[in-house]
């Protein structure tokens, strides 16, 4: 059994993706880093459960139970969920938990009950979902001071923006104008745009591609199902 | 027997021609989801939950569950052509299909698969039969407080067994129920978090959520990891035919593969991925345990493409995908994304699964039973013969393949109401899709916070306006404070799992040497 980091690393780069979309090479740093161990065996027993590893041996040495109970603890963990966070970034989840949680409470402190309503009345459910996320909120701060910045953290370094904001100005695009071009041609703008967020190119053929498939939803939704799309202007033109 | 009776009637009625096409087409569907990376069944049930809306209870679950069985088997064809699982369920597939794959024997372990997953949803739909009514007349017990307990259950294990962090689990449940109570007060009728919009007041719609978690935040997401995302390799495949050998060493796998994913199934939180790693983990050490006992190390071909590392797994998740369905028709509860879909599916309906389902619906239980019996068939009719066409699904191109999955997402939002509102709500949760994906925040706590979170706040003021204010009635019964324990025990066991892993650590490490010793001398024979 030769396990390395290598030899895993040329499945794993290129297909090897587990559903949950870790980039493989970070979970095998994460597996190498968090234990602080080096030893090739280790390594392979997390970042192969992951779903990208190419030996299926490794901890045929423990019980099966045991194996299993591991196994099943950590792909029901798949790595991105353990991966500390590192940089600035790293204070968008608690900001964005307290966020809500103050919405929540502001909620229960200012929802007026009807008069006659029975008590647990309406607020009492987001004040202790507020409460409760604001403690989450607080002990995800302390989870980040505390936390030690190895070299795995998921510090967003892999994040491109420019083709979510083309992907997000195309829905944009899509919700503002759907009710005046209509479906067909709203779907199909929809549909390039996010082809060509993907790096979709030939600008002709995709057109063609997206103009068909807006129509083949659009036929087979009105046709099928007897649900009404918009048709906008193409509906005044012909 | 009464129940082979209602399941024979159940089947006479879902065998019409109408709903055949239905689970012809879910089968096809679900399959076609499964195979492509990063889209599971949840997703192409929340895409296919508003498109339902026109069809009749009995044709949308009888899709529904088509839809289930062939997102479970089409996982399993990238897991073994490229070492790609679809979905979670299906990873325990790559370590020994993949292997086969490799080694020329892609065929016969995408047929092991089939034929493994087809006899687990067999014996999984009647277990689920057979169980469904003693779960629903243990159910009848239950008042307010029960339920209350319930879902308190199933959010625990949900946000602390499941996910990796708990921390991370709790705070994605938590915005779920957030999500959950916008809208009028189901109990008082008073307005919450509407920001004066009168479309708020209907509250955040199930499916916006679950399209805009699953369908487009993957979209985002992939998008946003540009050139670190997958990349769909070529495929080789032929006809998965088994010879003798295969067929003799498959069987056992099936039948304790299935009796695993049965017993783990209804298990709220346990998912289906547990089941498929036991399964792995003990034919791995069955295979051992023959080779030493023949004292012919052929025997054992783990690690080599085991056929029984493929049968095993794979009939795993497919009886555990059956066994969810006993506490969402049991009792209301979905263990799962999809089983939490399927529930909102049967609410638009407005049907309430539970006991009083059996009693008021009882034909479409039953025939909703029936037709898993028959998506179970087609699975077998479908894939068998048309495996290796699937994985030519993957040739698709991506920008073609992501701009048809953002284009079915909007469709599918904008068809609950023909709402244009209803798609700004779509493209934040989207985002918040796109944030909790980045950070690794997992999806599916908050998922189930929406759909059971108005469900337990409603319980949970019945209760207290039944005992009139006093909380005692919450702990008041046998059951409900045996769930409490449950609870208790369930928050636990991601702290014990956390002191025996590194445990194992220790000894994997004391072991390290030894095993790189047998390794050395495999190299050289």
């Given at each position: 059994m030769t396990v390395n980091g290598t030899e895993r690393a040329v499945p794993a780069g290129?297909?090897?993706?587990?559903?949950?979309?870790?980039?493989?090479?970070?979970?095998?740093?994460?597996?190498?880093?968090?234990?602080?161990?080096?030893?090739?065996?280790?390594?392979?027993?997390?970042?192969?459960?992951?779903?990208?590893?190419?030996?299926?041996?490794?901890?045929?040495?423990?019980?099966?139970?045991?194996?299993?109970?591991?196994?099943?603890?950590?792909?029901?963990?798949?790595?991105?969920?353990?991966?500390?966070?590192?940089?600035?970034?790293?204070?968008?989840?608690?900001?964005?938990?307290?966020?809500?949680?103050?919405?929540?409470?502001?909620?229960?402190?200012?929802?007026?009950?009807?008069?006659?309503?029975?008590?647990?009345?309406?607020?009492?459910?987001?004040?202790?979902?507020?409460?409760?996320?604001?403690?989450?909120?607080?002990?995800?701060?302390?989870?980040?001071?505390?936390?030690?910045?190895?070299?795995?953290?998921?510090?967003?370094?892999?994040?491109?923006?420019?083709?979510?904001?083309?992907?997000?100005?195309?829905?944009?695009?899509?919700?503002?104008?759907?009710?005046?071009?209509?479906?067909?041609?709203?779907?199909?703008?929809?549909?390039?745009?996010?082809?060509?967020?993907?790096?979709?190119?030939?600008?002709?053929?995709?057109?063609?591609?997206?103009?068909?498939?807006?129509?083949?939803?659009?036929?087979?939704?009105?046709?099928?199902?007897?649900?009404?799309?918009?048709?906008?202007?193409?509906g005044w033109v012909l | 027997m009464e129940t082979l009776v209602n399941l024979g009637d159940g089947l006479l009625a879902a065998l019409s021609p109408g709903n055949l096409m239905w689970a012809f087409l879910g089968v096809v569907l679900g399959t076609a989801v499964g195979v492509l990376p990063g889209l599971g069944s949840a997703m192409a049930v929340a895409l296919l939950l508003p498109v339902t809306f026109r069809l009749d209870p009995t044709s949308a679950f009888i899709l529904f569950a088509g839809v289930y069985y062939g997102g479970m088997f089409g996982g399993a064809t990238t897991s073994i052509l490229l070492n790609t699982p679809g979905q979670a369920s299906s990873i325990a597939t790559t370590y020994e299909g993949h292997k086969m794959a490799l080694a020329g024997r892609a065929a016969q372990a995408l047929g092991t698969a089939v034929i493994g997953s087809f006899f687990a949803s067999l014996i999984g739909t009647l277990v689920v039969a057979f169980f469904s009514p003693v779960m629903v007349s243990f159910a009848l017990n239950f008042g307010p407080g029960e339920y209350f307990a319930l879902t308190v259950f199933s959010f625990v294990a949900v946000a602390a067994v499941v996910s990796g962090s708990v921390l991370r689990g709790l705070t994605s449940l938590l915005i779920g129920l957030a999500i959950g109570v916008v809208g009028i007060d189901g109990q008082s009728g008073a307005p919450r978090f509407d920001f004066g919009s009168a479309v708020m007041l209907d509250g955040?719609?199930?499916?916006?959520?679950?399209?805009?978690?699953?369908?487009?935040?993957?979209?985002?997401?992939?998008?946003?990891?540009?050139?670190?995302?997958?990349?769909?390799?070529?495929?080789?495949?032929?006809?998965?035919?088994?010879?003798?050998?295969?067929?003799?060493?498959?069987?056992?796998?099936?039948?304790?593969?299935?009796?695993?994913?049965?017993?783990?199934?209804?298990?709220?939180?346990?998912?289906?991925?547990?089941?498929?790693?036991?399964?792995?983990?003990?034919?791995?050490?069955?295979?051992?345990?023959?080779?030493?006992?023949?004292?012919?190390?052929?025997?054992?071909?783990?690690?080599?493409?085991?056929?029984?590392?493929?049968?095993?797994?794979?009939?795993?998740?497919?009886?555990?995908?059956?066994?969810?369905?006993?506490?969402?028709?049991?009792?209301?509860?979905?263990?799962?994304?999809?089983?939490?879909?399927?529930?909102?599916?049967?609410?638009?309906?407005?049907?309430?699964?539970?006991?009083?389902?059996?009693?008021?619906?009882?034909?479409?239980?039953?025939?909703?039973?029936?037709?898993?019996l028959i998506g179970s068939v087609l699975l077998l009719v479908i894939n068998l013969p048309f495996a290796p066409l699937w994985a030519k699904l993957l040739k698709l191109p991506k920008p073609y393949l992501y701009g048809g999955i953002t284009l079915f997402s909007v469709l599918a939002v904008y068809a609950i109401n023909t709402s244009v509102v209803h798609l700004v709500m779509l493209l934040a949760v989207a985002l918040l899709g796109l944030v909790m994906r980045a950070f690794g925040v997992p999806v599916a706590p908050a998922l189930i916070g929406v759909v059971l979170g108005p469900i337990a706040e409603t319980e949970f003021r019945r209760a207290l306006a039944a005992s009139s204010g006093d909380p005692s009635i919450l702990v008041g019964s046998g059951i409900s404070i045996t769930l409490y324990v449950l609870v208790a025990l369930a928050a636990l066991i991601p702290v014990v799992a956390g002191l025996r892993r590194r445990a194992a650590d220790r000894s994997a490490k004391a072991s390290v040497s030894e095993r790189d010793g047998v390794s050395e001398k495999d190299g050289v024979s």
């Open positions: 290129e297909g090897g993706d587990p559903a949950a979309g870790t980039p493989a090479g970070t979970a095998a740093d994460t597996a190498a880093g968090a234990r602080e161990t080096g030893a090739p065996g280790t390594a392979a027993d997390a970042s192969g459960v992951a779903g990208a590893g190419a030996d299926g041996t490794a901890g045929t040495d423990l019980d099966p139970a045991l194996a299993a109970a591991r196994a099943a603890a950590e792909t029901a963990s798949p790595d991105p969920e353990t991966v500390p966070w590192s940089g600035p970034a790293r204070w968008v989840v608690p900001a964005l938990a307290a966020a809500v949680g103050a919405v929540m409470l502001w909620g229960a402190l200012t929802i007026e009950a009807p008069p006659n309503a029975t008590r647990p009345g309406p607020g009492f459910f987001p004040g202790v979902i507020g409460g409760l996320l604001l403690v989450l909120a607080a002990c995800l701060v302390v989870t980040n001071l505390r936390g030690r910045s190895t070299g795995a953290a998921n510090a967003l370094e892999w994040f491109e923006a420019r083709p979510v904001l083309i992907v997000l100005a195309g829905l944009v695009a899509h919700i503002a104008l759907l009710e005046f071009l209509g479906w067909l041609l709203a779907g199909a703008l929809l549909f390039w745009v996010v082809a060509y967020a993907f790096g979709a190119r030939a600008y002709l053929r995709d057109a063609v591609v997206a103009l068909s498939v807006a129509a083949a939803v659009q036929v087979g939704f009105s046709l099928g199902l007897g649900l009404s799309l918009p048709s906008g202007i193409l | 955040i719609d199930v499916v916006i959520v679950t399209v805009g978690l699953l369908a487009l935040g993957e979209v985002l997401y992939v998008v946003a990891r540009g050139k670190s995302a997958p990349d769909f390799a070529a495929i080789r495949t032929g006809r998965p035919w088994l010879n003798r050998r295969d067929w003799k060493r498959s069987v056992g796998p099936w039948v304790r593969g299935t009796a695993l994913g049965s017993a783990f199934g209804p298990i709220p939180g346990s998912g289906a991925e547990i089941p498929t790693f036991v399964s792995l983990g003990l034919e791995r050490k069955l295979a051992e345990q023959r080779a030493k006992r023949k004292g012919d190390p052929q025997e054992n071909e783990f690690g080599k493409g085991a056929i029984e590392g493929v049968a095993g797994p794979e009939a795993a998740n497919n009886s555990s995908a059956a066994g969810t369905l006993v506490p969402l028709l049991g009792l209301g509860l979905p263990t799962s994304a999809t089983a939490a879909i399927m529930l909102a599916a049967f609410q638009q309906y407005g049907l309430q699964p539970g006991p009083v389902l059996f009693e008021r619906n009882a034909d479409l239980v039953w025939t909703l039973l029936a037709s898993l």
